[in-house]
């Protein structure tokens, strides 16, 4: 038993370097081409041929079409309602923002294994989503400093405060502010990463399990294999509701800057 | 006790917390289900405020996975 190799449900996460880390330096900076980036230029190749392949003018819209519309109809709704006419200038950041994060978190849970390819989910490092979660946090500030100025540091003393806790609730609303990027940030990265690692373990089952003998293979390893299809499910699932929610969060957030409450 | 079973112990106390997130998240989705049969014609508007329910509740039980993973492989 102490011979065998330990599956290490971490270890899909790696960030390889394709073409070894030797001559991509610029200003003492690696910039080698790893796993994470190719994916991300295989996300953005597939979701520009998505919309332009939507992209046609048909008064009756074919089905490509339609889904492109319906999409961008999605996200131009939810703006419209969380933020109101103002929201319009939005539309294309949370637009790429949502298809950019819902590409990759399905591209990374595509069945590639089958043809040898192995399929990296980007989106499940904390350095990506955290830096989307800044860009968002970043438009934030950026619009409410402009629109409103220092008041917009009125957003932390909401209506109707009474005057001796104004400083404690200050200091709350600007600490649950100030945790708004991370917070945004985590979410994604740790529902990417948790799905990916209750796959990989219970397809560990599956295989050590086979290997014992047919007995344990029943067993184990065809519950195992069952919990496997039923879970896949669920994360095409999870893998769109934390698109949808990273993009709402965003657009409530930018409402919060725009809009002062 | 020995460091590594310590923090083994705690990683293992730490998912008590995604028992409890499941609570939480199906505090919220139920809730809506059953105000949604009394009141159909309400349940679509009230959709996306269903989601902003669901992800918080869902990132305090993700904080709880993330301790038991930082203590596995970090700490």
């Known amino acids: ?261 | 006790m020995d460091m590594e079973a310590a923090k083994l112990i705690g990683a293992g106390l730490a998912a008590i917390g995604a028992g409890m997130a499941a609570i939480g998240v199906g505090n919220v989705f139920g809730s809506f289900l059953e105000s949604a049969l009394r009141n159909p014609g309400a349940a679509d508007s009230q959709q996306g405020r269903l989601f902003i329910g669901f992800a918080a509740a869902e990132l305090l039980g993700l904080l709880a996975f993330l301790v038991a993973v930082i203590l596995i492989f970090v700490a």
């Open chain 1, 1 to 261: 038993m102490a011979t065998e190799a330990k599956v290490d449900p971490m270890d899909q996460f790696t960030i390889e370097p394709l073409a070894g880390t030797a001559n991509w330096e610029i200003a003492g900076y690696n910039i080698a081409f790893t796993n994470s980036a190719l994916w991300m230029l295989i996300t953005t190749v597939v979701l520009t041929l998505f919309v332009a392949g939507g992209l046609k003018r048909q008064l009756v819209p074919g089905r490509w079409q339609m889904t492109v519309e319906s999409f961008t109809g999605f996200i131009d709704d939810m703006l419209a309602a969380n933020i109101g006419k103002a929201g319009r200038k939005y539309v294309p950041y949370v637009f790429s923002l949502f298809m950019f994060i819902l590409f990759a978190n399905l591209l990374g849970l595509l069945p590639l294994g089958l043809v040898g390819v192995h399929p990296f989910t980007f989106t499940s490092h904390f350095t990506v989503t955290g830096v989307l979660a800044i860009m968002s946090f970043a438009i934030v500030l950026v619009v409410g400093f402009w629109r409103h100025g220092l008041h917009f540091f009125s957003l932390f003393v909401p209506h109707g405060t009474p005057l001796p806790m104004i400083p404690l609730i200050a200091f709350i609303e600007f600490f649950s502010f100030m945790i708004r990027p991370f917070s945004l940030g985590l979410r994604l990265f740790v529902a990417m990463m948790a799905g990916h690692v209750l796959l990989e373990i219970l397809s560990s089952f599956v295989i050590d399990s086979g290997n014992a003998g047919l007995g344990w293979g029943l067993v184990i390893g065809l519950p195992s294999l069952l919990l496997m299809i039923a879970i896949g499910a669920l994360e095409l699932l999870v893998a769109g509701i934390q698109a949808y929610v990273f993009a709402l969060l965003t657009s409530l957030y930018i409402n919060d800057a725009e809009n002062l409450h």
